[in-house]
């Protein structure tokens, strides 16, 4: 499991098309057929102990919740951060509070090509 984020800090001003105060952060480049999908946790939920079927991009949209990897030891995530499941990798996430998240699943994802690593523990 891998944790990065997207916080507007690591966008790029959006300078085109008469734009004003915008900034975008790209996050993934795809050459492969890909998913994307809106995830909704409400709050006290959970999406169960799983393994992803092909690499999973979980992007938190809003709120904040938790994530686990292999290990099933719970990583805080929030508004501004994404975790990368590799196929094959057993996760859960949940909230407590609720979190919405888009999820982009392909047989190819690099997010780390546009977006830093988080640290954590």
């Known amino acids: 499991m891998k944790i990065y984020k997207f ?10 098309y008469q734009s004003y105060l915008a900034t975008y952060v790209k ?7 890909a998913t994307i999908g809106y995830m909704y ?8 102990y799983h393994e992803a079927p092909i690499p999973q ?9 938790w994530v686990t990897g292999e290990n099933q030891k719970r990583i805080s995530i929030k508004r501004g951060e994404a975790v990368l ?9 949940g909230s407590e509070t609720g979190m919405t998240a888009i999820v982009i699943q392909s047989e190819e ?3 780390e090509t546009f977006m830093e690593r988080k640290k954590h523990a």
Do not use: Q, Y
């Open 7 to 16: 916080s507007k800090e690591n966008g790029k001003k959006v300078e085109k």
């Open 27 to 33: 996050m993934i480049h795809t050459n492969e057929a």
């Open 41 to 48: 946790i409400e709050e006290e939920g959970t999406v169960g």
């Open 57 to 65: 991009l979980f992007i938190v949209a809003e709120g904040e919740g």
């Open 85 to 93: 499941w590799e196929k094959g990798e057993w996760h859960t996430s």
């Open 109 to 111: 994802l690099h997010p």
